[in-house]
């Protein structure tokens, strides 16, 4: 499989140079990375070409880098079950910068933006219905991200009094502890039950 990826890279970079900026086979998948305004053109190619032939939208997702200038990769997976091979086609994006939505070419790909918009903040340009899909629709930030809290900014819960869904600020049994575990591990002062009597 993996001779076939590379032979797919090479006829993508034969063909459709000026449409991404890396091609990389690695652990026999070819992960392509373009740019947002590539993205349309390049998605197009792969389900159109007849050596690619990429008709199928397996899933769209965000991965977020909080490092890096463009905070986002937003990724495409795609499938040809004409050539039995699958491709990855990676796409850098900012934190306020929209990328092009992809329904015109897969209309698959509607919840698969929403959810991306939904849990990342990640924006798409010409969705048809671009709102939040997994979560309430007063919900504050996106769950996805690495800075977004743990334990959330606000409880939701039903109460059985009210009978109806209240949000409460989130109050912790605990008080949030930092754990640093790169110290070493300095144990007890006590003797825990069963270690008293070894020696």
């Known amino acids: 499989m993996s001779a076939a990826m590379e032979d797919l890279a090479s006829y993508l970079k034969e063909n459709r140079e000026n449409l991404f900026e890396t091609a990389m086979v690695t652990y026999g ?3 392509v990375t373009t740019s947002i305004e590539n993205i349309v053109p390049l998605i197009t190619f792969l389900r159109d070409d007849v050596q690619c032939r990429f008709v199928n939208l397996t899933d769209i997702c965000g991965v977020d880098w909080p490092g890096r200038a463009r905070r986002f990769d937003v990724v495409y997976h795609l499938l040809s079950p004409y050539q039995n091979q699958r491709i990855r086609v990676k796409v850098p994006v900012g934190e306020d910068e929209p990328i092009a939505s992809v329904t015109g070419i897969f209309p698959g790909a509607d919840w698969f933006e929403r959810e991306a918009y939904d849990l990342y903040g990640i924006l798409f340009t010409g969705h048809p219905d671009l709102r939040r899909i997994l979560t ?3 919900f504050e930030g996106y769950p996805m991200r690495k800075d ?3 334990t959330g900014f606000v409880e939701v819960r ?3 009094v009210a009978k109806r869904v209240v949000y409460e600020p989130v109050e912790l049994k605990q008080e ?3 754990f640093d575990f790169l110290s070493p591990w300095e144990g007890t002062d006590y003797v825990l039950p069963g270690d008293e009597k070894a020696e």
Do not use: I
């Open 176 to 178: 949030f502890r930092s």
């Open 29 to 31: 998948e070819l992960t």
């Open 158 to 160: 039903y109460d059985d």
């Open 136 to 138: 309430d629709y007063g």
């Open 148 to 150: 977004f809290p743990l």
